[in-house]
């Protein structure tokens, strides 16, 4: 998966199984001048859209009657330069966010988002830096999830402070631009501090070492 680059406009692919909806999406998002759909399509057709249009990022919808948006995710993954795919859905529970990540989505968000937001976590998605829905930021690292926060510590604790300093920015969803005129080092370091991170955390992606950092509170802990 590679960030876009931000002179390129952010290809889009909306998989779900109303037209509507797809419909919807591609009005909102066509409406950014940054930001092209270049087809949408139902569940069973997304690995071949991927393959023939080539998005930078994928809207995929979670519950689809032809097949579910958890096995496309599965399907796209495996793909030899898969695009970033963002969950799109109407449920924020915990079994589909879970899940979702594990796969290696790149994003969870709720159907009722707003279009500014919608618009802004598309290309979020497509620099690397992913995204979450407000709702579903609080689902997690909460007191009930005891065993999974104290893992999240364990892993936390083998970073250097810069690099923690890194992750919270990281849990705040800011870009590696954003995040380098936060600590007044090149973007170029901030990649190389974002790899350090995830690989010491043993995370795939952003999104995750995002929940780490909501988990043991450091994203309330830096935030200003």
Do not use: W
Not at 53 to 75: A, E, F, K, S
Not at 81 to 89: K, N, Q, S, Y
Not at 120 to 137: E, F, K, N, Y
Not at 143 to 155: C, I, M
Request: with cysteine; glycine share 6%.
């Amino acid at each position: 998966m590679t960030p876009v680059e931000t002179s390129s406009p952010v290809r889009v692919l909306i998989v779900d199984d109303e037209a509507l909806i797809r419909s919807g999406l591609a009005m909102i998002l066509g409406s950014a001048p940054d930001i092209t759909v270049v087809a949408s399509c139902e569940g069973a057709q997304a690995v071949a859209a991927v393959q023939q249009d080539r998005p930078d990022v994928v809207l995929l919808d979670i519950r689809m009657p032809d097949v579910d948006g958890l096995t496309v995710l599965r399907r796209l993954t495996r793909l030899p330069e898969p695009p970033h795919v963002a969950m799109l859905t109407t449920f924020d529970t915990d079994e589909y966010l879970g899940e979702a990540l594990r796969l290696g989505a790149s994003g969870f968000l709720l159907k009722d988002t707003d279009p500014e937001i919608l618009v802004r976590s598309v290309r979020a998605v497509a620099t690397g830096a992913g995204c979450l829905s407000p709702s579903v930021v609080r689902r997690l690292g909460r007191p009930d999830r005891a065993a999974a926060s104290y893992e999240a510590a364990q892993a936390v604790s083998t970073l250097s402070p810069r690099e923690r300093q890194v992750l919270s920015f990281v849990g705040q969803g800011l870009s590696n631009a954003e995040i380098g005129a936060r600590m007044h080092i090149a973007v170029a370091t901030v990649k190389d501090y974002v790899r350090a991170v995830l690989t010491k955390l043993g995370v795939a992606n952003r999104i995750q070492a995002a929940v780490l950092a909501d988990r043991v509170g450091l994203v309330e802990e830096q935030a200003p």
